[in-house]
Nanobody
């Protein structure tokens, strides 16, 4: 079992920045990708960014050039630096930790971007 805890959400004005953190604990054997998803009201959860254990990254087109994902394997932590935030970035951001055949999720952290 892997326990996942996010932090760092909040409310900002458009153009502002936030940094999300996610700490995973428990049985970390076999963990590969770690990443961030978000869910806006009335919409499906979508991938924002992910990073492999080796540092390879994937970003949603909507956040490329504005968000940066990073990972500290020694601390079992993944970060999401969000710059130039837009109102459409508003939603609950969930940290995801992947093992073969199973995903672990945090409870989510709210990000609200106002005009």
């Amino acid at each position: 079992q892997v326990h996942v805890v996010e932090s760092g959400g909040g409310s900002v004005q458009a153009g502002g920045s936030l940094r999300l953190s996610c700490v995973a604990s428990g049985n970390m054997a076999g963990v590969n990708d770690m990443g961030w998803y978000r869910q806006a009201p009335g919409k499906q959860r979508e991938l924002v960014a992910s990073v492999t254990g080796g540092g390879g990254t994937v970003y949603a087109d909507s956040v490329k050039g504005r968000f940066t994902i990073s990972r500290d394997n020694a601390k079992n932590t993944v970060y999401l630096q969000m710059n130039s935030l837009k109102p459409e970035d508003t939603g609950v951001y969930y940290c995801n930790v992947k093992k073969p055949w199973v995903d672990f999720w945090g409870q989510g952290t709210q990000v609200t971007v106002s005009i």
